[in-house]
């Protein structure tokens, strides 16, 4: 009897241990998966505004449109480019489709890319927001996992590096 107690708290403290080490994992793993995708999604603005010939922002700062040049210098040309924040589903989406980012708007991007699930725009402020004296646009999503890990926060001003004038490319 005292052997089959012994064991039973034995177990029972093994079961916690595996119960926790599970917990953690999620944490973690929720944790890395909302990182890179934020990181990613940092990277691509920055790309996309650092590079643009031209930057238009929303009112409402939730969506941010570029003339984006990609490619080497010599071969190179230019693309336009859309992100949008979308409060509704939580969600940042982006779409290179030309026809896409000319008619933009919030209806419009649900058939955009996702780029990052579960990010939240702290009340009081905007997703994108454009200094035109300046030349930059600033960025401020969070990453909000939405059952275990913790949210990764993008919150940076990208500087537009002036770029040659071209014409071909109409993006609104």
């Given at each position: 009897m005292v052997y089959m107690f012994?064991?039973?708290?034995?177990?029972?403290m093994v079961a916690v241990l595996v119960i926790n080490g599970l917990r953690s994992q999620a944490v973690v793993t929720s944790t890395v998966k909302?990182?890179?995708e934020m990181q990613n999604a940092a990277s691509g603005i920055a790309y996309d505004v650092r590079y643009a010939k031209d930057v238009k922002v929303?009112?409402?700062g939730t969506l941010l449109r570029t003339k984006t040049?990609?490619?080497d210098p010599d071969a190179g040309a230019y693309t336009c480019r859309a992100w949008i924040y979308d409060a509704a589903k939580g969600e940042l989406r982006r779409t290179t489709d030309t026809a896409k980012v000319v008619a933009a708007t919030a209806s419009?991007?649900?058939s955009w890319t996702i780029a990052v699930s579960d990010v939240v725009v702290p009340t009081g402020t905007k997703a994108f927001v454009r200094d035109e004296s300046a030349g930059?646009?600033?960025v401020f999503i969070d990453g909000d996992p939405d059952v275990w890990g913790?949210?990764?926060r993008i919150d940076t001003t990208v500087l537009q590096r002036p770029q040659a004038d071209e014409?071909?490319?109409t993006c609104w």
């Open positions: 012994l064991l039973l708290i034995l177990g029972g909302n990182t890179g929303s009112t409402d040049w990609v490619g419009s991007s649900s930059t646009v600033k913790h949210g990764t014409a071909g490319v």
